[in-house]
């Protein structure tokens, strides 16, 4: 840029810049950074941005399909901790999907955040066993979370179907564990703490498609669930 005067219209416009950019980002509901390939450094920014209060209303926040590690794991929860201290936490969505690099050490970082979220999307961030004690150890202490998605992890399996069960089954809303390599065992393990917990169930929504090792054994097992 030229400017005819540039000591004193370089500051206006730097002033007019940054007065528009707080006003359009105060008025966002629904922010969508999703398959662009952001780098770690680039969402290490956009949790700066949402610690920092520049989006008060934001209730919605995809950043799935990018390139979030975990530098950009502890930056997420740090603002989202900022923002739980402060009572300004409107963020009732989060879709983290498709970071593969976050894994069961980010997944740890962020699971106090995210238990503190209604709707969480984990699906296909590199995580298995561990990632599913983090987020139970999480919600242990206090929960808002009531929709989790934790499809397309092959590691996960029965085990980890086992650990999330109780709190998949008197916590969640929606609870979706597709493509997740669960078989025969973990179905009947879910039956049978759906039996003993039959009082406290709040789950109405599960979701199991794409586990082929589930066969008709494991089926007559979840058909228990719906009766």
């Not at 707080?22 to 969508?32: A, C, H, I, P, T």
């Not at 399909?65 to 530098?71: A, D, F, S």
């Not at 995580?127 to 983090?134: F, S, W």
Request: hydrophobic fraction near 45%; charge should be negative; charged fraction near 20%.
């Amino acid at each position: 840029l030229s400017f005819t005067n540039a000591k004193d219209d370089r500051s206006l416009v730097a002033r007019l810049y940054q007065q528009e950019f707080r006003r359009r980002f105060g008025e966002l509901k629904s922010l969508q950074i999703s398959q662009l390939n952001f780098t770690d450094n680039d969402m290490v920014q956009i949790a700066e941005i949402l610690e920092k209060g520049y989006m008060p209303q934001l209730e919605i926040l995809w950043l799935s399909h990018n390139h979030m590690e975990l530098r950009a794991c502890k930056a997420l929860h740090q603002a989202l901790q900022a923002l739980i201290r402060r009572g300004t936490l409107l963020l009732h969505q989060i879709d983290l999907s498709w970071n593969q690099q976050i894994g069961n050490a980010g997944i740890a970082i962020l699971a106090p955040s995210l238990v503190q979220i209604d709707d969480v999307k984990l699906s296909h961030v590199g995580a298995g066993v561990d990632a599913c004690r983090a987020l139970v150890d999480a919600a242990a202490n206090g929960s808002l979370l009531q929709r989790l998605n934790l499809s397309h992890h092959s590691d996960m399996g029965d085990k980890g179907l086992e650990i999330l069960i109780p709190m998949a089954l008197t916590q969640l809303k929606l609870f979706t564990f597709s493509m997740t390599n669960i078989a025969n065992k973990g179905c009947q393990i879910l039956a049978q703490q759906a039996a003993v917990m039959s009082g406290n169930i709040t789950l109405e929504d599960l979701r199991f498609s794409n586990n082929p090792e589930i066969g008709d054994e494991g089926v007559a097992f979840l058909a228990h669930l719906i009766n």
